[in-house]
């Protein structure tokens, strides 16, 4: 079972930075890649960003530019640094471990608001 500790979301204005961070742990599994997917009110969660244990990313191209994700691999843990938010980014925030067997595990997720 994987298990994460998340943390960081919040409240804040446009144009502002928030980092978000999660660490995965548990019993042994492999970890194909980790990252965020996001979920905006009235639509369906979508991929926000990846990065796999060696260090490659991918990014939605609504947040290209303006995310960055980084990781701790002995760690298992990523950090997802978010500058210039919009009232766009508004959504519930889902750290994820893809495992070896292709099976996503999910964290509890946390809210991201970005708001005047």
């Known amino acids: 079972q994987v298990q994460f500790v998340e943390s960081g979301g919040g409240l804040v204005q446009p144009g502002g930075s928030l980092r978000l961070s999660c660490r995965a742990f548990g019993s042994s599994f492999g970890v194909y890649d980790m990252g965020w997917y996001r979920q905006v009110p009235g639509k369906q969660r979508e991929l926000a960003a990846t990065?796999?244990?060696?260090?490659?990313?991918n990014y939605a191209d609504s947040v290209m530019g303006r995310f960055t994700i980084s990781q701790d691999s002995n760690k298992n843990t990523v950090y997802l640094q978010m500058n210039s938010l919009k009232p766009e980014d508004t959504g519930v925030y889902f750290c994820?471990?893809?495992?070896?067997?292709?099976?996503?595990?999910w964290g509890q997720g946390t809210q991201v608001t970005v708001s005047s």
């Open positions: 990065i796999t244990p060696s260090s490659l990313t």
């Open positions: 994820y471990v893809r495992d070896y067997s292709a099976n996503f595990h």
